[in-house]
């Protein structure tokens, strides 16, 4: 089945809750404002309605249903039959914020496809789609990059180790490989390759003991060792 003929992700029932919970608790909307934005809405009509709760609590008004205004009041009257989770709010807004990524992300790709047949350098192609990638799947989650940003960071981090002899993470007691690698860092995995007997073991309880002593919490775990 080709792109063009499946359905975008969406959760109507999820927009609908959303959109219920603030009108039974117009103070919720004070939670939802900073991780929702009307483009998350899959149906036109609750975007609507959620720009125009926007509109009026900018101008310092209640969500009253004959302030809505036409068409609108009656969308939004049609909200309130029903009992929704206001406690969760925050929760159901990541969740339909997850749901609209997955829909422009699935575009991204449609509009890359469609690029692939023209004309333009591939590599500028890549580079394009991985740059809207990052933007759309760094909204709110802090910390995504591409592989050379990360590996030019990492240079330039044991670069300046190497030269001032600090380290971002917690150094080992081998200084070669503090050089290496920065220290231990959270995040990184870390493994140590060798034929039997050469020692991996009494390496990793090396390094466990030396970041103990250094103040970090280690711990030891062995599926072939009593």
Same mark, same amino acid.
């Given at each position: ?31 939802? &404002? ?32 004959? &302030? ?108 070669? &490989? ?49």
């Amino acid at each position: 089945m080709t792109a063009e003929l499946r359905q975008f992700p969406n959760n109507v029932d999820l927009e609908r809750e959303i959109l219920g919970a603030i009108m039974q608790d117009p103070v919720s909307f004070t939670e939802a &404002l900073p991780v929702l934005d009307s483009q998350y809405f899959y149906l036109e009509q609750h975007r609507r309605i959620f720009d125009r709760m926007k509109q009026l609590s900018a101008a310092g008004h209640g969500f009253e249903f004959h &302030l809505f205004g036409g068409e609108i009041s009656a969308m939004a009257f049609a909200l309130c039959d029903g009992s929704y989770r206001t406690t969760e709010l925050a929760a159901l807004c990541e969740s339909l914020k997850a749901i609209w990524q997955r829909r422009e992300a699935i575009k991204y790709a449609m509009e890359f496809e469609d690029a692939c047949f023209g004309d333009e350098e591939i590599g500028g192609l890549v580079s394009g789609i991985q740059t809207r990638l990052l933007k759309l799947f760094a909204l709110g989650r802090g910390s995504l990059s591409s592989i050379g940003e990360s590996a030019v960071e990492s240079v330039e981090a044991i670069e300046l180790a190497m030269k001032t002899g600090k380290f971002a993470g917690v150094p080992s007691h081998m200084r070669r &490989l503090n050089e290496m690698i920065g220290g231990f860092r959270k995040g990184n995995l870390i493994s140590i390759g060798a034929r039997p007997g050469i020692g991996k073991t009494a390496l990793a309880c090396c390094f466990t003991h030396h970041l103990i002593l250094k103040g970090a919490k280690g711990l030891f775990v062995s599926a072939e060792m009593t």
